[in-house]
């Protein structure tokens, strides 16, 4: 697939999440919309637990580089996730150039966060949005490894966001995570499948 469709695809995903949580919010809180007209709609808070200070980006920034330590962990010790990795860079991540990293990182930690976190966890419960978000990172057959480990960082987060109730730290997480680990990915990828030859 090209760069550019490959490119426009992840990120008309996340924008279309951060979308549909807004609507959610709009439906969700329809009757106070009712009650005072449409100019309510302004009033309304998207970010209900959102609460941005020191702590909670050090807390982000902890969660993801616990993220980060044990997907390298996996990478090197379980040859299954090493394949589904390089599986997944086959698909779409050899097209990503060093510019695309952070829009992607940054987009896909509000998007996926505020939808899958701020909107169905709240709604649907930690088991149940975490088995969505793990589906829709369920490309193929082939790549069950590394769906099973976005169910456990979307559960890892999703403990982080039932505790603290402040999608900030979460966010801050999801976009570090990805972030580092697209970044590392792009430069060590060719050392890391040399190794899994060696292996």
């Not at 390298?72 to 040859?79: G, L, R």
């Amino acid at each position: 697939m090209a760069r550019k469709s490959v490119i426009y695809i992840l990120l008309g995903q996340e924008i279309g999440l951060i979308i549909v949580s807004f609507i959610w919010l709009m439906i969700k809180n329809i009757s106070s919309i009712n009650k005072l007209g449409f100019i309510s709609i302004f009033s309304l808070d998207p970010f209900k637990g959102f609460n941005v200070s020191p702590q909670s980006l050090l807390y982000g920034l902890s969660a993801s580089i616990i993220l980060i330590f044990l997907s390298f962990v996996i990478t090197f010790t379980y040859e299954p996730f090493k394949k589904s990795l390089q599986l997944l860079d086959d698909l779409i991540l050899h097209v990503i150039k060093p510019i695309d990293i952070l829009p992607i990182a940054i987009l896909s930690g509000i998007g996926e966060e505020l939808f899958f976190r701020g909107v169905l966890q709240d709604s649907f419960g930690l088991l149940p949005s975490n088995i969505i978000f793990a589906l829709l990172h369920f490309p193929g057959r082939q790549f069950w490894v590394y769906s099973l480990w976005t169910l456990f960082a979307g559960l890892f987060l999703g403990n982080i966001y039932a505790y603290t109730h402040n999608l900030f730290i979460v966010i801050i997480a999801h976009i570090m995570n990805n972030l580092l680990a697209l970044i590392l990915w792009n430069k060590f990828k060719t050392k890391i499948l040399k190794n899994n030859a060696k292996l």
